[in-house]
């Protein structure tokens, strides 16, 4: 039986404002039901060797989450604050909440578990297209395939000199099993400190996808570490990019931060300075953007976050390298817009994924941003279905 989505369209809006504890408390109000179904799922899949490699009860799982919290108060006292304050209109623990947006990320600090190492935490030195977060090989190298069974979002970066009217846009769909849909949601951000912003995300979620009032856009793809370790999730350094007024400012969060896991980040400007960033606990690969679209999906492209990643199934390889195939394919046809950027999000072909039996992946929305004008389009559901809706990120 094939899992029903909602009918696709514009997310619904939730508007968040005050103090970091406030924005947290109304976040968690509002939709706790959800947020509560979702920590408890995923507490529980984190400990399934489908997902980890490892199998854990629920106590060994949030005990790892608990050596997590440290690193997540230390890394943005500001956002710990705000998930204090979800966790108190959820009646979650932090640590449950740390699984349930950052999930993907923790399974790779589980899935390295034997080997990780709490207390190293390398900077990284960028220095034109490469960082290393450390000269030290991976703490293990992979056990095995991991058959994780979501792994499909595709997202991009078009340069000015691409597009019709000499602004940057930003492009990306968000994959999960069919039944998230229904948790998308928009937050409307208005704290009493920083810039607004408007965010992309899931129950419970701080944070997936965001454009803020400085017009600075940040978005990410999922990637499956080896060498995951006590540290912070994707979520976190998300909104902490989403604080900053550039691109370059943004991509010093991503690249300093002591990640748990790793993930593909994207960062773009209101000039048009974007890079792409391959970032692992102990790894990290910085693309600026140049003339050309860049395009990523969820395999990594630089030999040095390869050496990191763990052993893909062929058939996630070759359904993310059909992606990038196929975006880069789109990408070509000049000049580059909204619309044609929409209709990629669509595309049948590869990138616009309907859930099927019984894996039941599917593509659960889509944003499109244009940080010049403030501008975000945004989709619930299967983008080839619906209509997206149209936002702007004020700074007032």
């Not at 009032?213 to 909104?239: K, M």
């Not at 593909?264 to 960033?277: E, K, M, P, R």
Request: glycine share 8%.
């Amino acid at each position: 039986m094939r899992t029903r989505m909602p009918p696709a369209g514009p997310p619904p809006v939730l508007t968040l404002a005050g103090s970091p504890r406030a924005i947290g408390r109304a976040h968690g109000a509002a939709l706790a039901e959800a947020i509560r179904h979702f920590a408890a799922e995923r507490v529980s899949l984190a400990g399934d060797p489908l997902w980890s490699g490892r199998t854990m009860s629920r106590a060994a799982v949030l005990a790892v989450a608990e050596a997590c919290v440290p690193a997540h108060r230390a890394y943005a006292p500001d956002l710990f604050a705000e998930l204090e304050g979800m966790a108190e209109a959820t009646g979650l623990s932090v640590s449950e909440l740390i699984v349930a947006g950052g999930f993907t990320d923790f399974t790779d600090t589980l899935f390295n578990l034997e080997a990780g190492d709490a207390d190293r935490r390398p900077s990284a030195l960028v220095g034109g297209q490469t960082s290393a977060r450390s000269a030290e090989p991976p703490h293990t190298p992979p056990r095995a395939v991991t058959p994780r069974p979501i792994d499909d979002c595709t997202a991009c970066l078009v340069p000015t000199g691409a597009t019709d009217d000499g602004a940057a846009l930003y492009a990306q769909t968000w994959d999960m099993h069919a039944t998230a849909a229904e948790h998308v949601v928009l937050l409307e951000l208005v704290p009493d400190d920083g810039h607004r912003a408007l965010v992309f995300t899931s129950a419970g979620c701080l944070g997936m996808i965001g454009l803020n009032a400085a017009g600075v856009v940040v978005g990410i793809n999922n990637l499956a570490g080896a060498d995951g370790r006590i540290g912070v999730t994707w979520p976190f350094v998300v909104r902490r990019a989403l604080q900053e007024s550039s691109a370059s400012a943004a991509l010093r969060c991503i690249t300093e931060a002591p990640l748990a896991g790793a993930h593909n980040y994207l960062v773009l400007d209101a000039a048009g300075d974007g890079y792409n960033v391959e970032a692992f606990p102990t790894a990290c690969h910085v693309t600026p953007l140049t003339s050309s679209p860049l395009v990523h999906t969820n395999h990594c492209l630089a030999p040095s976050t390869r050496s990191v990643m763990q052993i893909r199934p062929s058939d996630l390889q070759a359904a993310s390298e059909a992606r990038l195939s196929r975006a880069d394919e789109l990408l070509a046809a000049r000049p580059v817009t909204v619309a044609s950027l929409i209709a990629l999000t669509r595309d049948p072909d590869a990138i616009c994924v309907r859930p099927k039996p019984p894996k039941d992946v599917a593509t659960c929305g889509a944003v499109i941003a244009r940080p010049a004008t403030g501008e975000m389009w945004a989709i619930r559901g299967l983008p080839s279905e619906g209509e997206y809706g149209r936002y702007v990120v004020s700074s007032r």
